[in-house]
């Protein structure tokens, strides 16, 4: 239920019952407890964008009970934008929520000119989050990851780098992303001879993205760490908006370089395909695209990208259903054999 400041109608107060309807799951065997869907800040928070939405958004995630808010530092554009935006909105609305909120950003693709704004060196990771806490306005942030790997930086280097930002109180928990399997078995043994709190790896994972399933999941369960799914949704496409053509104001329309009109396409059979079933199943594609994922335990959160409020809160309404009967799982695999 909403309550309203009498004195001040425009302050910001959040939902009494945001708790009530989420779920929570708990990250890898740390202390760390998710919520199912977690928002993502990539896309839609930047200048270019409009902030009075990005507020909105935000606002409506956290009085549905969404406390994990994912940042890095070159989200906008232009890069450190979306970090702005966000600081803005908890200076308004969210900032006295602190401790509800689990705020993350990332380091690791280009950000700045020159040869330390870029890779896995320790100059760069330090700096960066510097700048990343400035921006946002906050004395640490709750998980700090390396964005990428990096294959010419010793590993050392980098989880040495990582360890430091959290003893320096910069960070309570770091974590990777985009790494291998391989290469995520070697971070995990540094940062456990270091006793670095590593609690998360962030990889691509949805119905046209599998590479988790061969290995990865398995070491991350393994090693009692969790896992984040990004773009769950292969950004749009496992949605029902483009099953007609390309509208203008999507991300594919917007000719971004990030999802070409091709790529969507090129899986419009199997997009439609999967439409219908998820009709079957009484819910909207991008609905059983998340639920499809979360029915694996071993996925602590998905992260979704909403460019409106309609589509976080359809997004969020996956979680009564994620349950899916053998039958079902037989033909979501033939569809994307
Ligand atoms: N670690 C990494 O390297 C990495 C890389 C990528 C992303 N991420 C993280 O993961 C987050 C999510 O990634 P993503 O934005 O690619 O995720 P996504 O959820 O797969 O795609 C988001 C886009 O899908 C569309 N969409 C979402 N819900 C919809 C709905 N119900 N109906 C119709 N369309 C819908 C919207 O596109 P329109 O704009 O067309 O409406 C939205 O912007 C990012 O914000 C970021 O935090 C991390």
């Known amino acids: 239920m909403k309550v309203h400041d009498k004195a001040n109608p425009s302050r910001y107060l959040a939902d009494e019952n945001r708790y009530d309807t989420m779920k929570y799951r708990r990250c890898g065997k740390s202390g760390i407890l998710l919520p199912l869907i977690s928002l993502g800040l990539w ?77 896995g060196s320790r100059k760069y990771l330090i700096t960066s989050l510097d700048d990343s806490l400035k921006r946002m306005g906050l004395e640490y942030v709750d998980l ?4 990428r790997p990096d294959a010419d930086t010793p590993l050392e280097e980098t989880m040495l780098a990582l ?108 997009v439609r395909a999967l439409n219908n079933m998820a009709l079957e199943r009484k819910q909207k594609l991008s609905q059983m695209a998340l639920s499809w994922i979360l029915k694996d335990k071993r996925v602590s959160s998905v992260l979704v990208g909403v460019s409106s409020e309609e589509q976080l809160i359809e997004n969020i309404n996956c979680i009564d259903r994620i349950n899916f009967s053998d039958e079902e799982l037989k033909r979501i695999e033939q569809i994307l054999k």
């Open 43 to 119: 896309h839609n928070f930047g200048f270019i964008d409009s902030a009075e939405k990005a507020g909105k958004i935000s606002r409506k995630a956290f009085d549905l009970g969404i406390t994990h808010f994912d940042l890095a530092n070159n989200y906008g554009p232009p890069f450190g934008s979306a970090e702005e935006t966000f600081g803005m909105i908890l200076k308004k609305d969210l900032g006295v929520y602190r401790n509800e909120l689990f705020i993350s950003t990332k380091a690791g693709y280009d950000m700045w000119d020159g040869p330390y704004g870029n890779f």
């Open 144 to 147: 700090f990851y390396h964005h």
């Open 163 to 270: 360890d430091h930002i959290v003893k320096s109180g910069k960070a309570l928990y770091v974590g990777i992303s985009n790494y291998d399997a391989e290469r995520t078995a070697d971070a995990t043994r540094i940062l456990a001879e270091l006793r670095t709190p590593f609690i998360v790896h962030q990889a691509r994972y949805s119905m046209l993205d599998r590479w988790v399933e061969k290995s990865l999941l398995d070491i991350l369960e393994k090693e009692g760490k969790g896992m984040i799914a990004f773009s769950p949704l292969a950004q749009g496409m496992l949605t029902d908006k483009y099953l007609d053509g390309i509208p203008a104001n999507s991300r594919a329309g917007r000719g971004m370089t990030y999802l070409e009109a091709k790529q969507v396409m090129q899986n419009l059979e199997r």
